[in-house]
């Protein structure tokens, strides 16, 4: 082929073009790309000259050849004219700018390699990698290193091809050539050359076995070099490597080699390098098939270094540097002065577990991996701590409280797989925990108490036998070590009302937490201090600033529950309701920061205290949940008429848009509010109920927040709607404005929000076939149709009688959503965008919830049913509803028995058994489904209706006669089981 050389003229034509748009101006730089898109029309040869000023034109200005590397790899990409071996030779061509002297040049190289290969399909790209695999190798350190970072981008942008089968030959050969290139001279381009691994090792760890020993040589090479930076890229390919799932482990004869060099990586100096030795072990210790087992001596070695790195580091102290300085460290803390009874606190003193998911560090590093490790060697584990817990618990000069802290972690982490082997240790070691209660360091003060509330079983000591006798424990925890007194209990609660009263919010947040881990914990234990332990709690409730009000009512609720109905008495009983009442009636309706907390202590109090004696709140609660949903609707009315009203929106559509977004911003209060209520309802006997709706105002109310406009809050509404129906039906058909009820009102709503918006779009395609299901309040929408729809399903049940003349209005709008349930049939029909994946769920469920309201209407009326699916032809994702209803035991009696009242019509019958599998599946799940009893919480079968199913299963035996076997082996062990085989 003849050598291709530009033409001078042309080359001082394109140059003059490209310089300009060095200058950073946008309208030169718009006009270049114009005068450009101009020249690629009359000249054909135009990337291969962008390619001669990338690589040749050294003596240009650099931002030119960039500009031109830039164009470069656009051509590669979008020119569909270009002839393929102009474009393969063009690649050769520019191959020396990886070695150029400029970084610009290199990185500009790279990437038109990168897109030249995408533009060829990576399946066929093997004999071009080959070249760029041995430019890697090149004698020339910039050759060599712009290569290497060439061939990491190529496999960072093509991971979905290492899994391709039929590439398989040529991925294990390109992968085998990458691991020969790891011992090169330049630390940088050995590291890209380990980064590549990784990337390809993440993708398909198969690809390295034939090449296994060969790679494990070069890694350990790596760890002889003086580059920590390298140190710890190999240290991650090992850290893969130990994770694979062989029987054969590879690294199994390099153990000690390998334990000796975690261990190197842990002490050392560069975080970097401690990290990669951390997470070793935090990763590879869920490997079942482990390809080493630790000897004593090393798992000593191992844990030594895992507790000296659980000391704060300076980044895990940045939350806590300031209070740390200015903390009062008097031996004799006082509760800090009240500024008023809300004051905001800054939540940053999580426990470790809670910060696992932020920035990594040492210490979350190693705590992971202790915990790793005691889950693995509990007793070895323990043997080896002890004696570092008992010399870090000697550390009592306040300057060395990291390591005393550090200590006290260590024996938080213990708590869970070794209490057995601690067992015997326990009364010295905790209470020299209870005397580090008063450090003077408020996070060893935080760290105490929390590792106290690990102890809790423990601590409590044994089993009270009205606990066991009225089902608050089990037999089971008989068996648990336990202290043999009270002694520890009683000093256990001192420390922790010293807690609560301490000057430190977090100790204080600290002490609420651990107490109500042991009261929830002793349970009938705590009977005998309970009086005391509530008038010390509502003491705090004027005083505390909001941030430990919040763990305060987690407390209260839960000391109620375990003291066996002993606050039901109406003094106890006052004192506390009034507290709590009052604090509730205190915070703003819209405050979001303390009253969600309230009203969530509110409900557990609804739940645990007798209805008698509780029934005198109800009015106060319920008024102040109907402010705070009344305010929400309010406050967004007011945005959605400024809205309306606003003249810099210049369009409807985005007049609506933003209208939207007002409508779905809900306060997270009301949320609370509303289940507040749903408590309110659920906790008053049923025949209670209508003399708390009258005396409340609860239908007007009801009536009037169905017609705000915050979508957030309907939804709630809906399930409030659904409560009603379901327990007091006749509420539904009282008169609540000028002979309105409260069910005319709220049906024609009900249908509307059945369907989701970007649902109902997407059912008008359904008959086009493929249809997108998108839409940015997916979420929000499909909660409102779940209640929707679950409200429907409560009036059908109750009221199906009267409502013969609506069923095709609510199957018209239900059946809609029955197309979601496409995803959970083998031929799926809808497309989804992956980042949606939880609004597809959402959806999901809601298709679900929607089958069982069709077979509600079924148990009425079956032939406005059969009329219905067949027409939108959605049976067998009928039937998968109905299925899921049943795997869960979520489906109740009404559902089941619409389905059989289905099957026995005659007109309908062939096209449902045209589904057979699906059919006997569901039918087949009811009757597994058990009889009715105590224990049965969830669905239960009559023993009418089991008849009936088993008479229609008999009928479709007949029915489908000699296909009976195949239809049968096609069922799932769980249906097979309940139907006759042949």
Partial sequence: MTQWSPNAETLQQLLSVLQPATVQQTSRVNSVLDNLNALSQQNPDLPRYYAHILV??????????????SQLSKQFIQNLTWDQSDKQATFYSILPGLSDQNVLIRNSTSQAVTKFITSVGFENSFPFLDQLLSECASENELMSDGACESLKRIVEDNTECFHLIRLKENLVSFVSKIIGLIQRPNPSTCKKILVTLETIFECNQSLFDPSMNNLLNNVFACLAVSDVGLQALATRILTNVAQKRDMNHPLAPRVADLITHILYCM????????????????????????????????????????????????????????????????????????????????????????????????RKAAFRSLVKLSENYPEHLTTCLLPAINDLFQKTNPEQWEELESGILTLKILARHCTAFLHPHLPAILSLVLSFCQHSVFLVRTMSLSTLSSYSIWICGPLDERDLRVGYADQSELALPRANNSDIFEKTLSALHAALHDHSTRVQKEGCSSLTTIVAEARSRIIPYADQLLDVLLDLVPRYTSYSLRYLFETIPTLVEATHGLFNETTKLQKLMESVLGMMEKCENTDDTLLPWVLLAVQKLLDEINHDAISPYLTRIMAKSFAIIDDENTSIQQQVELNAQDQSVVTDALRSEREMDIRTSGCNTTEYAIQTLHSCIRTTPVSARPTLITSTNYLAFLFKELQGPSLSALGGIFDLVGQLAEGTPDALKVAVSEGTTLLSSCFPLLLQYAVPSHINTAYLQHKQGSFNVSSPHAGLEHRLSHSAIVALGHIIDVMGGEMNEQFEAVLGRVTQMLILAAPITPNATIVYNPKDQKDVED????????????????????????????????????????????????????EMAGLVKIVWCESFLPTLCATPVGLLETLGLFLAIPDASAENEGSYLSPDLRAEITNAVQMLKQRFGDGWTGIYSSLSSTAQQTLPPN
């Fill in 56 to 69: 040749h034109c050294t003596d240009v200005n650099p931002g030119t050849r960039q500009l031109a590397g």
């Fill in 267 to 362: 002490g050392h100096e560069n975080e970097q390098l401690v990290m990669s030795g951390l997470n070793f072990w935090d990763l590879v210790l869920d490997n079942k098939e482990l390809i080493f087992t630790a000897t004593e001596q090393q798992l000593a070695n191992i844990a030594s270094v895992l507790v000296r790195r659980l000391v704060y580091g300076d980044e895990d102290l940045i939350p806590f540097r300031e209070e740390l300085e200015n903390a009062n460290v008097s031996s004799e803390p006082q509760l800090r002065p009240s500024q008023g009874w809300y004051e905001p606190d800054d939540d940053a003193n999580m426990t470790l577990e809670d910060q696992i998911d932020g920035q990594d560090t040492p």
């Fill in 843 to 894: 959806g999901i469920q809601t298709a679900i919830v929607a089958g069982g309201v069709v077979s509600r209407v079924a148990w009425w009326n079956p032939t406005v049913v059969c009329q219905a699916l067949e027409g939108l032809g959605v049976i067998s994702h009928f039937l998968q509803c109905l299925s899921s209803l049943a795997i869960n035991f979520l489906i109740t009696l009404s």
